[in-house]
């Protein structure tokens, strides 16, 4: 993370008169959605771009990236003749910043006849013959507009700015919220923080947010949504442990799998003991563990198959004022890293589809292919049976995802109960299943105490007999 910048998951688009002028910013953006769209992840995309221009790129590209369905269809009905890479991911940014519907959620800072001259400077950068090209499309779009954005919803890429297969699967998993799920993950994801229990009170800590003029709500027992994100060296606190960014659906993790209920009272579970043997089979970057330790002192063990994403997470404790055990380990096949003795709680926070986190990371769905789904799923299941054997008896392991699919939550644990007759679910407290990024908290939707739309998310909590 950045520290001179906003969060990853929160950028805001530069105004208009920075530092850095817009063209060379669309440059950037644009080199980010053509790496994305040969199938690279964003953040290694971004962490190419030279420092001083990152953040700025960093929020055109998230933008390019909600809204890269309409950007496509509209491409298409301007110019059916596909240009060269590197100047269709330029004319694609221009018109995702372009498309009336990021307009309606207030992210078009720049006025069109500006933004328009800046992709043709940016083009003559890119590809100089280019110029023209771009220049001609991008007015005839603003000519035409009306006709072409109406022709452009026909299609549910650019209705829904979500690939074909995405859709299908939301509508078969969710009927009734299948439409609103796509609609929030092109929305701005909160900040949302965790205040740590060993410092301090969430209200407190509001308290000192707002002694600094910075807006907020406290969401959760720990939780607490800022009003605009920040650059992190600006939280109160933030470098001496006082606080984390975590949204609020990833906070219930941890007083789940140590049997604290969610207003924050500790349950009485004979095996939930100080000094109690925990793993975190798949911890990086180390949130979900920092939380663990925050509620209660615990011997744990954090492995993660990724030793490149180790550092960070010991970072996080280091900071916190915490430890844990940790090394690189593939957590399904215990043979090489186990030494025998049982767990009292395994957290299993596994490799998934990440459909649930769209807001916070808009390259996913262009990334992820339907046939990913099954192999994810094969990888859960195979997660699954390689830790419980290494459960203790009348332990509980804590299976969750940051998913929406049913594949990859509540499928996976129906069908892990139907192969072990050791396992149930614990009831106590109980687990919520599904959590759907959605602002009304009914059955199968998620809501913090506001009716702040948490992330997408499942948990489940089971007991071994």
Known sequence: MNASTPSPSFPVLPSPGTSLPLARLLNHAADAVQAVRAGQSLNAALARCPAAARPGAQALSFHALRWLGAAQVLRVLLAPKAPPPAVDALLLTALALLWPQAQAHGEAPYAEHTLVDQAVDAARQRAKPSAAFVNAVLRRFLRE????????????????????????????????????????DNQRAPMTLRVNARHGSTAAYAARLAGQGMACRIVGPQAVVLEQPCPVTQLPGFAQGDVSVQDAAAQLAAPLLIGAAPGGAEETAPWLKPGARVLDACAAPGGK????????????????????????MRD?????????RSHAADAGNPAAWWDGTPFDAILLDAPCSASGIVRRHPDVRWLRRSTDIAALAATQARLLDALWPLLKPGGRLLYCTCSVFRAEGQDR?????????????????PSPGHLLPLPDNDAEASASADGTAMDGFFHALIAKE
Do not use: C, Y
């Not at 563990?289 to 960070?312: N, Q």
């Not at 280091?318 to 430890?323: D, E, P, T």
């Not at 644990?413 to 396992?423: G, K, S, Y």
């Open 413 to 429: 644990i129906d069908a892990f109960l139907q192969r072990r007759a050791d396992a149930s679910m614990a009831f106590s407290p």
């Open 316 to 324: 996080t404790l280091a900071r916190l004022g915490l430890s844990a």
């Open 145 to 184: 507009r009306d006709a072409l954005v109406a022709a452009a919803l026909r299609d549910p890429l650019a209705r829904f700015n979500h690939p074909a297969w995405w859709i299908t699967r939301l509508k078969g998993d969710w009927p009734t919220h299948w439409q609103a799920i796509l609609d929030v």
């Open 289 to 312: 563990t920092a939380h663990l330790l925050e509620l209660a002192d615990l011997d744990v063990l954090a492995i993660d198959s990724d030793p490149a994403r180790l550092p960070r």
